[in-house]
Every structure is written in structure tokens, then in C-alpha cells.
């Protein structure tokens, strides 16, 4: 089966060109507040999927890291679907076919149905960008706490 994911990146290359390498001081208090940040937006995009069983929200997953001129944090969510519900998708008409068993099995209208061939008529899945609206939202929480993680490191100086 294809993957897609999805990452939402705090990024601070532009402030790094300009400044050049991060000193240490600033990489780290960078790392402990993006750690932070990336997890309560982890959390927000879990509890703002729609999720009948799970799946989506326990596959979320995130990592903060650093380089010498950089500190990023991601969250991914690496579900087949999820690049469908982000922006949305037109779906062809096409044919269901049983992958494991020899026949699909099913409820319609009441009946069930046992069938070695479905015709999907196809469709459109609308666009639900929960990862960037949860960050939008939290866009001047992340702003602030960055700018003053990175004043206590210079003030500690």
C-alpha cells in the first residue's frame, strides 16, 4: 500500500542564515520548547481527527531535532488517507475488488450482500486541513514561547 504524510515543521532556518549558527545555549532552550509545542500540537490534531477507530490518531507520530543551524519538530500522520483528507481528492469510478477473502461481504439497504465484485461510482473527499488549521491556531503560542526561549538563553549569558 502507497504512503503520504504529513509534517508540520517549526522552522527557524531564516533566523539561523541571518545569524549564522545557533550557540548552544540557544539550540537547546530552541529544542526543550519546540519539544513542548510539538506535542500539545500533536495532541490538538488527534483530538480533532474524525476517527471511528483510532487508527489515524495512534499513527500520529513527531520528533524535534537540531542541527547546527537549525531546530525543527514535524508531526506526521502517516496514514494512506491522510494527504486525501488535507486537500481533498477526486475519486474515479472504479472496481472493489476482494484483496484477502473471495468475496466481499456487506449491508445495503438492510440486505447483506455477498458479492466478488463491487462498481464504485466514484467521488470527491473534501478538503479537511486539521494539521494546518491546529497550527494556525496555535501559530502565536508558538511565536511567543520561541521568542522568549531564545531571550532567556541570550539573558543567561
Known amino acids: ?23 548552544d545555549a540557544v539550540r537547546a532552550a530552541l529544542m526543550d520548547v519546540q519539544t513542548v509545542l510539538r506535542q500539545e500540537l500533536q495532541r490538538r490534531i488527534a483530538a480533532a481527527l474524525p476517527s ?11 520528533s524535534t531535532y537540531a542541527t547546527d543551524t537549525g531546530v525543527w519538530s514535524e508531526v506526521i500522520d502517516p496514514e494512506f488517507y491522510a494527504s486525501f483528507d488535507a486537500e481533498g481528492a477526486d475519486i474515479p469510478a472504479h472496481e472493489i475488488l476482494p484483496n ?12 447483506h450482500v455477498i458479492t466478488g ?31 522568549a526561549a531564545v531571550a532567556r538563553a541570550h539573558a543567561a549569558f
Open 1 to 23: 500500500m502507497p504512503s503520504a504524510s504529513l509534517a508540520v515543521i517549526f522552522d527557524d532556518s531564516a533566523a539561523d542564515q541571518a545569524l549564522g549558527n545557533l550557540d
Open 52 to 62: 471511528r477507530t483510532g487508527a489515524e490518531r495512534r499513527g500520529l507520530t513527531g
Open 100 to 111: 484477502v477473502a473471495q468475496a466481499l461481504s456487506f449491508m445495503d439497504d438492510g440486505h
Open 117 to 147: 465484485r463491487v462498481q464504485s461510482p466514484g467521488g470527491h473527499i473534501a478538503a479537511r486541513p486539521i494539521q494546518q488549521d491546529q497550527l494556525e491556531a496555535m501559530a502565536d503560542e508558538i511565536e511567543a514561547r520561541m521568542q
